[in-house]
C-alpha cells in the first residue's frame, strides 16, 4: 500500500513513522521537510491512500477530494462538520468509490479496553448498570498557544470524542440523549473541562475529561450485577492495570483479578494493520462519525455555542 501522509504535526509525525516504507510523500502547507504542499501536487497515480492529519477545518475538503479520486483514507479524530448531512454526503461518495473512508480511534486498540469489552460480551458481569470514565491530562497551555486549538467546544469534541467511540464499542448507541453537568473554562478560551453523560440510558454512561490533569490519567470503572471491572491508566502513559471482581452474595470482599501491563504504546501500529486489512475489503466507520458529531452538535445547541 502506498501511501501520503498529510499534516505533518504531532499526530502525522507519527503516522508517517508507523507507515514506514509504505510512505511515499508527505505533504504540509509549512513544514519545510514536506515534500509538497498540497494534496493536489502529489500525483494520483503514486499513491493509494492517504492518512490526513489536519486541523479539523481542512479535513472535509481533503477528504472530499481523495475519495472523489477513488483513494483509501485513514483520518485523524474528531471527523466533525456544523451539518450532520456534510458526513452522510461524505459516507455515500465513499460507497460510490468503493474505498475505505475510516477515522482513527485508537483508543479501540489499547489492550485493556479490548479485554474490558471481552468481559462485557462474555456476560461475565451480567447486567451492566453504571459505566465512568475521567480522562485528563495536562495540555491546556499548549492548547492555548496553539494557532487553531483553542477554539470552538475545546476539550469536548478532543477527548470527548474518544469517550463517545468507546460507548459505541463497548455498549452500542445509548437510548438517551446526552445532558451535560460541568462546561467549564478555567484556563483557555474553549472549555478545558468538560463533564457529560448518557442518563436513564443502559448502561447509564458518566464522562469526565479535562485538559487541567497535570499529571495524564485514565480511569474506567464499570459496575454491574456480577461484579465490577476498572481500568487504570493508558498503555501510553503506564504502567496500565485492568482489575476484574466477582461479586460475593450478599455482601462481602470480591474475589479479583489483576493484570498490569507496562509496555510502549502499542495502539498506533495495531490501527495501521486494521486500516490496511480494510483497504484490502473496503468498508466504513462513517455510520459511527455521523452519530459522534450528531450528539457534538446537539450539546452545541444546547449550550448556545
Known amino acids: 500500500m502506498r501511501v501520503v501522509v498529510t499534516g505533518l504535526g504531532i499526530q502525522g509525525r507519527k503516522r508517517l513513522a508507523i507507515a514506514g516504507n509504505d510512505a511515499v510523500a508527505t505533504v504540509d502547507p509549512i513544514a519545510k521537510d514536506a515534500r509538497y504542499q498540497s494534496i ?104 492555548r498557544n496553539s494557532a487553531w486549538r483553542d477554539q470552538g467546544m475545546g476539550v469536548f469534541p478532543d477527548l470527548g470524542s474518544h469517550l463517545l467511540d468507546w460507548t459505541l464499542f463497548l455498549f452500542g448507541k445509548p437510548s438517551t440523549e446526552a445532558e451535560v453537568w460541568r462546561n467549564n473554562r478555567f484556563e483557555n478560551k474553549a472549555p478545558d473541562h468538560f463533564h457529560f453523560g448518557f442518563r436513564n440510558s443502559q448502561p447509564e454512561i458518566d464522562f469526565e475529561m479535562t485538559l487541567l490533569s497535570w499529571r495524564n490519567t485514565f480511569r474506567c470503572d464499570v459496575f454491574a450485577e456480577n461484579g ?32 498490569t501491563l507496562a509496555c510502549a504504546d502499542p495502539t498506533w501500529k495495531a490501527e495501521y494493520e486494521h486500516f490496511l486489512g480494510l483497504c484490502r475489503n473496503p468498508s466504513n466507520n462513517l455510520d459511527n462519525d455521523i452519530w459522534i458529531n450528531g450528539v457534538f452538535n446537539a450539546v452545541r445547541r444546547k449550550l448556545g455555542s
Do not use: M
Not at 229 to 240: E, M, Q, R, T, V
Open 40 to 143: 493536489e501536487q502529489v500525483p494520483l497515480g503514486e499513491f493509494d491512500a492517504a492518512l490526513v492529519c489536519t486541523p479539523d477545518s481542512a479535513k472535509l475538503p481533503l477528504l472530499t477530494y481523495l475519495i472523489g479520486h477513488g483513494k483509501h483514507v485513514l483520518v485523524e479524530k474528531p471527523l466533525v462538520s456544523d451539518s450532520d448531512g456534510d458526513l452522510v454526503a461524505l459516507r455515500s461518495l465513499a460507497e460510490s468509490r468503493g474505498v475505505v473512508c475510516y477515522t482513527a480511534y485508537n483508543h479501540r486498540f489499547e489492550p485493556h479496553i479490548v479485554r474490558l469489552k471481552a468481559a462485557i460480551d462474555s456476560g461475565v458481569l451480567g447486567k451492566v448498570y453504571l459505566a465512568k470514565f475521567f480522562y485528563g491530562n495536562g495540555t491546556a497551555r499548549d492548547v
Open 228 to 259: 465490577s471491572a476498572h481500568i487504570d491508566c493508558l498503555c501510553k502513559w503506564g504502567p496500565s492495570t485492568f482489575t476484574l471482581r466477582k461479586r460475593v452474595l450478599p455482601s462481602g470482599r470480591p474475589t479479583e483479578e489483576s493484570d
